[in-house]
């Protein structure tokens, strides 16, 4: 069993080709239920659209304002705000502001490339 506290490496992050940065702060093949990733969005840039295959993706807003669109439906988001992504349902967000857009995925089962697809 992993350690039961979990401080994620900064130095990890990395710049997506969705276009935003990432950092694993859960993911780990021994977890397939769920992986938690902190997604950083610059001022007025929206990530691009895509959708997980057989993985709900849940957005928890921290810091910042955007839109997120979810098939095609688009509302305004603000920290406290949890966005819910069905499996297989195109998404995207926009950072409005003109502080970054900071939010966590949690993603169940365990978010992995492979359920990745770009639109």
């Given at each position: 069993?992993?350690?039961?506290?979990?401080r994620?490496?900064?130095?990890?992050?990395?710049?997506s080709?969705e276009?935003?940065h990432?950092?694993?702060?859960?993911?780990?093949a021994?977890?397939?239920?769920?992986s938690?990733?902190?997604a950083?969005?610059g001022?007025?840039v929206?990530?691009?659209?895509?959708r997980?295959?057989?993985?709900?993706e849940?957005?928890v807003?921290?810091?910042?304002?955007?839109?997120?669109?979810?098939?095609?439906v688009?509302?305004?988001v603000?920290?406290?705000?949890?966005?819910?992504?069905?499996?297989?349902?195109v998404?995207?967000i926009?950072?409005?502001?003109?502080?970054e857009?900071?939010f966590?995925?949690?993603c169940?089962?365990r978010?992995?490339?492979?359920?990745?697809?770009?639109?």
């Amino acid at each position: 069993m992993p350690a039961p506290f979990i401080r994620p490496d900064p130095t990890l992050e990395y710049f997506s080709s969705e276009g935003c940065h990432i950092l694993e702060a859960w993911n780990v093949a021994g977890d397939s239920t769920v992986s938690i990733a902190r997604a950083r969005v610059g001022p007025g840039v929206a990530t691009r659209p895509h959708r997980l295959r057989g993985v709900t993706e849940r957005y928890v807003v921290i810091e910042g304002e955007g839109i997120a669109t979810v098939a095609g439906v688009a509302a305004a988001v603000r920290p406290g705000d949890i966005v819910v992504v069905p499996a297989g349902v195109v998404q995207q967000i926009r950072n409005t502001g003109k502080d970054e857009l900071l939010f966590y995925c949690v993603c169940t089962p365990r978010y992995t490339q492979e359920c990745y697809e770009a639109l």
